[in-house]
């Protein structure tokens, strides 16, 4: 049982440049989310989806798109990078019903902007 | 937006001794969540708290959720050495999207050198 898989591990882009941060998990969760992490300042919320076909926007959501097409994937794109965007970025997924259980989270992707 | 305010933003121990850290919030949350964090990895649940007053332990960790449930505490009991990492109270909502899990900024915790 993998639980949440996030490729790539590292990534360095230069600015302007677009990718996909991919996400996938394996559990047959309808919930699924982005975070990115900067230091001190905690996890914050990108992008959250609760099921396929359905995406909302969290509290920073300029500059990057997802889409939720199969239950199982999450990617989120970064259309046109920034250097503001160098961050660790965290999906998490959780169940309907294991949501008061909080989320399992991937093991991150560390973006550099330069 | 809703901010929860953690504290201390860290710590150093020393093997043995008793960790204490706390989460406030100015609004009131439903459930209340405690994460640790390990280098390169992503926050992995520790206690999940449901009712105010509740007090609950998983080993050597202790939670509370706050009787106004706007607070909560974490203690870690005769520390060691693997506790050493990143804590985060986590704050969630239900009953709407999922979206609302809001997070504090962390206690990062230390080794006495």
């Known amino acids: 049982n993998a639980g949440v898989t996030q490729t790539p591990k590292f990534q360095v882009l230069k600015t302007g440049q677009s990718m996909t941060l991919q996400c996938a998990q394996d559990?047959?969760?309808?919930?699924m989310s982005w975070y990115r992490q900067d230091p001190g300042m905690g996890l914050r919320l990108i992008h959250y989806s609760v099921g396929a076909g359905i995406t909302d926007q969290g509290e920073v959501p300029n500059g990057y798109n997802v889409s939720r097409s199969t239950t199982e994937d999450f990617p989120l794109r970064l259309l046109s990078a920034a250097p503001s965007q160098t961050s660790v970025y965290f999906c998490a997924s959780s169940s309907r019903q294991g949501a008061l259980n909080g989320y399992t989270f991937g093991s991150g992707t560390r973006l550099t902007v330069v | 937006g809703q901010q929860l305010n953690q504290s201390p933003q860290s710590m150093f121990i020393q093997e043995g001794e008793d960790v204490s850290m706390n989460c406030t919030s100015s609004s009131i949350f439903n459930t209340w969540l405690w994460y640790k964090q390990d280098p390169g990895e992503g926050p992995v649940l520790l206690i999940a708290l449901y009712k105010a007053g509740e007090l609950t332990s998983n080993g050597r960790l202790t939670a509370q959720f706050g009787i106004t449930r706007k607070d909560s505490f974490l203690n870690i009991s005769a520390s060691i050495p693997s506790d050493v990492g990143i804590y985060f109270c986590?704050?969630?909502?239900?009953?709407?999207?999922?979206?609302?899990?809001?997070f504090g900024k962390g206690t990062k915790l230390s080794v006495k050198p």
């Open positions: 986590a704050g969630l909502n239900y009953g709407g999207s999922q979206g609302n899990l809001i």
């Open positions: 559990m047959n969760h309808e919930y």
